[in-house]
């Protein structure tokens, strides 16, 4: 490619979907990114390593590879779209702790690794689930390999039917399903987002289960638009709450204009912005005296939105799997979570509903030659 051919690539965007193919070169590179992110984060995660450890390498990895992206394009910014997770056994997930935390992992762990990256306000998330130990020759039985075939299976469904014309409440359908199959339970409160340019959690959203006390709209799906889809399951009752661990990443809340009193508290505010615009942070990757300063007045009158650490009652086991999804023309594109080994497990149950079997084995792209002779084919019958 010509110096030439670059610049105009790297050229400023207008069209903010996807339809502008600079857009759709933003996801990808984003998606390359927090792949290989997860992937040498798993490499990390071994007997009595450190989660900050292990979070703070994801994290500098991200932005060390997104440093190395679209160089010609002055002023852009990229990085950390999600800050990086580890979140053991019974732990749903946002576990991202300070600096001094002890906590290691172990032998048998349920691990969930989730992570994101932005190019140009741009996001793609992922998550994967890992077994620490875990081999082929001890595979993992009972009621934590039926959760992990139960999200997988699910994810691998919902990739499938996030198409135009489909609706989202279908999707819920098609998971709940999946779960009772398996015989685990979709965890509440999760969501699957819509994504826009530099909104993680965008008002169209997938509900993983339906549930009574919650209002639900549905939405028709469209050409063009970006998903994350989010499925955590738990061998247990699927309540997330909080516990003892205090919320260590945060975002701005855009909808408070609040005029900050506090120098301190406008200076932490200041470094938040420049660093990560208005997505997810860790305080890990502040220094610690001025995060602490400012962070009080700004949780008080709730400038910033607190990512809770939530956890399924003790002796449960959760599990997740998450990934984005552009919704192209030509067929779906999952980003993250291709090259992804899934653990070592065996599970008693399989996926029996015969349409959501043959769903799970279509393929993401659309084969235009055998599309068109379907439509003629319905032409003739008519």
Not at 82 to 87: A, D, I, M, N, R
Not at 104 to 118: A, P
């Given at each position: 490619m010509s110096n030439k051919d670059q610049e105009m690539k790297e050229a400023p965007v207008a069209i903010e979907d996807l339809s502008n193919p600079v857009v759709v070169d933003s996801y990808n590179a984003a998606g390359i990114i927090a792949n290989n992110a997860i992937k040498h984060v798993i490499s990390k995660c071994v007997v009595g390593a450190l989660v900050v450890d292990i979070c703070q390498y994801g994290d500098d990895f991200i932005e060390q590879e997104a440093e190395k992206t679209f160089t010609k394009r002055k002023n852009l910014e990229k990085g950390i779209a999600?800050?990086?997770?580890?979140?053991?056994?019974?732990c749903v997930g946002h576990f991202s702790p300070l600096?001094?935390?002890?906590?290691?992992?172990?032998?048998?762990?349920?691990?969930?690794?989730?992570?994101?990256?932005?190019?140009?306000?741009?996001?793609?998330?992922?998550?994967?689930?890992?077994?620490?130990?875990?081999?082929?020759?001890?595979?993992?039985?009972?009621?934590?390999?039926?959760?992990i075939c139960a999200a997988h299976y699910a994810l691998e469904a919902a990739l499938r039917m996030i198409r135009p014309g489909k609706k989202s409440n279908e999707v819920t359908e098609v998971i709940e399903k999946i779960s009772d199959m398996y015989g685990v339970t979709s965890v509440s409160g999760i969501l699957s987002h819509e994504l826009k340019r530099f909104i993680i959690d965008g008002e169209k959203v997938i509900f993983s289960k339906n549930e009574p006390s919650q209002k639900i709209q549905t939405y028709e799906f469209q050409e063009n638009e970006v998903y994350c889809i989010d499925i955590v399951m738990s061998t247990g009752e699927g309540k997330a709450r909080e516990e003892a661990d205090r919320p260590t990443i945060y975002r701005r809340n855009l909808e408070n204009n609040y005029k900050l009193k506090s120098k301190a508290s406008r200076d932490f505010k200041d470094q938040i912005v420049k660093r990560y615009s208005a997505l997810p942070f860790p305080l890990r990757n502040f220094d610690e005296k001025i995060s602490k300063l400012g962070l009080v007045e700004l949780i008080e009158h709730q400038v910033l939105a607190a990512y809770p650490v939530l956890f399924d009652r003790s002796g449960c086991e959760v599990v997740q799997f998450k990934t984005t999804v552009l919704v192209l023309p030509n067929g779906n594109h999952k980003l993250i979570g291709t090259e992804f080994p899934l653990p070592f497990v065996r599970s008693e149950f399989s996926v029996t509903d015969e349409a959501i079997k043959t769903l799970i084995a279509s393929p993401l792209k659309i084969n235009k030659k055998a599309a068109k002779k379907a439509a003629a084919a319905d032409v003739k019958m008519e």
């Open positions: 999600f800050p990086t997770c580890v979140s053991v056994n019974n600096k001094g935390n002890t906590r290691t992992l172990q032998q048998g762990d349920i691990v969930k690794i989730d992570l994101g990256c932005h190019i140009d306000g741009y996001i793609a998330v992922g998550a994967h689930t890992i077994i620490i130990g875990n081999t082929a020759a001890e595979s993992k039985t009972g009621k934590v390999a039926d959760a």
